[in-house]
């Protein structure tokens, strides 16, 4: 089984920034694709950034978080991270991780076996 933890959500006005982290445990986490996803109200859970296994070269982002958003990993630590800067009030949602075994970088939720339980990300105008 493969646990998932994220950490590091909360309110910011809007142009600030969070980081997000991701602690993974019960499997090899650089064996792992992983991927940031979120869900805002009444919305449906969307893609946000993924990173590939190993050494992370490869990393995919949503447009409407292009150049804003970094997704890295620290494979000694277990742990992926989401850098947000120039937050906007839209960015508000859940941010959730997510793990899936191999080398592939995949923007699709079903795509994804392990899931964490989610972090508040709250973004004031």
């Known amino acids: 089984q493969v646990q998932l933890v994220e950490a590091g959500g909360g309110l910011v006005q809007a142009g600030g920034s969070l980081r997000l982290s991701c602690a993974a445990s019960g499997h090899t986490f650089g064996s792992y694709a992983m991927g940031w996803f979120r869900q805002a109200p009444g919305k449906e859970r969307e893609f946000v950034a993924a990173i590939s296994w190993s050494s992370g070269r490869n990393t995919y982002y949503a447009d409407s978080v292009k150049g804003r958003f970094t997704i890295s990993r620290d494979n000694a630590k277990n742990t992926v991270y989401l850098q947000m800067n120039s937050l906007k009030p839209e960015d508000t949602a859940v941010y959730y991780c997510?793990?899936?075994?191999?080398?592939?970088?995949?923007?699709?939720?079903?795509?994804?076996?392990?899931w964490g339980q989610g972090t508040q990300v709250t973004v004031s105008s």
């Open positions: 997510a793990a899936r075994p191999g080398l592939l970088v995949l923007t699709t939720m079903s795509e994804y076996d392990y």
